[in-house]
């Protein structure tokens, strides 16, 4: 599998030769794979700095990069920042954890939790707090669930779920969608005691398999991946999640929405160019949702032409300046409640010029965040924990979707 294993600086100090030469002098390189003979070099930049993987073999591409973000990210985890001051201030504790996660070329267990529990900063421990702590790693690591262990203890036994999902939406300035989807994740805080058994419950009309037929108003994932926690089997068959969950927070699952997906904003713009000298706008934004819940932190970025001098703007709700730097107007909403419509109207004023400039008209921009609204329309039905002590345990769910620089509508021009 893997047959070294490298950590080099920006200026190729004590590398290997053939990669200082071939990849860290070479700025033409944009492959994150070199073939040289019957070796290939695997390599990741993170700051100022290669970790690099070698091998001799035809190993898993997919697998070695995998290995090495994992081990940044437990890097991460011990000592913050990982930079070349930090490689060499925690060259020790680094050998120790490259030598725990890969036996053999082949990578182990690689949980932060279970190896923070035995590779310790401290260098001095007692010979009782070891062996007692040597039994509990030896069932952690060769037991079921190697993500958690059986003696985590609570006050207060709570979960949280949060829905979150991310709409991309492209749209004409006819109004016609070209893109819409969602890219979304479910993401846990479980602070139960002991070893519970969870079990999730989603929507009723349920469709993962793009072979199988839905009903219209089912919902349709795609690409879904979840936590090694969850037992697949048991979610082909009933589509229900059944897990025993790390302690703390963690990502349970991450899909993808390509069908029926409901848009929380419409926005319907009116750019109009009177002469060579003036632009004028009328950009209307409509929620598509429920009265109760309202869109948080709306902002438009409206395009102007580049020889725009100044923009006069009128709007009743929130407000909105013109950025000359940027060529654009941002109007900031702080609130709109479902089935409100809100209005900007504008003016700008362009230099005079006696050929006219042709403006690429880029879309508008809309960034947002609704409570309690899904864009795939997944919902959470039930959340039930279990456990041997059969204690009292308080579930929260919460629901969030938002757009950032994803959400765009174009503009069409008329003239007058």
């Not at 690099?52 to 000592?79: D, M, P």
């Not at 702590?133 to 669930?145: D, H, P, R, V, Y």
């Not at 013109?322 to 109207?345: D, H, M, S």
């Amino acid at each position: 599998m893997i047959s070294a294993f490298f950590i080099f600086n920006q200026k190729g100090e004590a590398s290997l030769y053939v990669f200082r030469i071939q990849v860290i002098s070479n700025s033409d390189v944009r492959s994150p794979i070199i073939t040289l003979g019957s070796t290939s070099f695997f390599h990741v930049r993170v700051n100022n700095l290669y970790v690099v993987a070698v091998t001799k073999t035809n190993a898993n591409a997919a697998l070695v990069f995998e290995y090495c973000y994992r081990l940044i990210s437990i890097a991460k985890s011990y000592f913050g920042k990982v930079d070349e001051e930090a490689v060499k201030n925690n060259f020790v504790l680094i050998y120790e954890l490259i030598d725990e996660i890969n036996d053999f070329g082949y990578p182990q267990n690689s949980e932060i939790d279970t190896l923070k529990s035995y590779i310790t900063t401290e260098s001095v421990m007692s010979s009782a707090y070891a062996a007692e702590e040597s039994s509990k790693i030896t069932t952690q690591a060769t037991g079921a669930t190697s993500w958690r262990r059986g003696d985590v203890k609570y006050k207060k036994n709570e979960a949280f779920v949060d829905v979150v999902e991310t709409v991309n939406l492209s749209m004409s300035a006819k109004g016609t969608i070209l893109r819409a989807d969602v890219d979304g994740h479910i993401q846990m805080r479980a602070y139960l005691s002991g070893t519970p058994e969870c079990k999730f419950g989603l929507n009723d009309k349920l469709v993962i398999d793009k072979n199988e037929r839905g009903a219209g108003d089912a919902v349709e994932l795609d690409d879904c991946r979840f936590h090694q926690c969850v037992r697949l089997n048991e979610f082909d068959a009933t589509r229900t999640i059944s897990f025993i969950p790390p302690d703390g927070e963690f990502e349970l699952m991450r899909y993808r929405c390509t069908s029926n997906v409901k848009l929380p904003l419409r926005v319907i713009p009116t750019v109009n160019e009177m002469g060579t000298t003036q632009v004028s706008y009328a950009v209307t934004v409509k929620a598509n949702f429920g009265s109760k819940l309202s869109a948080t932190n709306v902002v438009l970025k409206i395009p102007t032409p580049l020889n725009t001098t100044t923009v006069d703007c009128k709007v009743a709700n929130g407000k909105a300046k013109y950025v000359p730097a940027e060529n654009l107007v941002v109007w900031k909403i702080p609130r709109i409640q479902g089935g409100q419509e809100c209005t900007f109207t504008a003016t700008a004023d362009l230099t005079s010029t006696t050929v006219r400039q042709v403006w690429a008209r880029p879309p508008i921009d809309v960034d947002f965040q609704v409570l309690m609204f899904t864009a795939s329309g997944l919902i959470v039905r039930f959340l039930k924990v279990f456990e041997k002590n059969n204690y009292h345990s308080i579930k929260w769910v919460r629901y969030l979707t938002k757009a950032s620089g994803s959400y765009q509508i174009r503009v069409s021009l008329s003239f007058s």
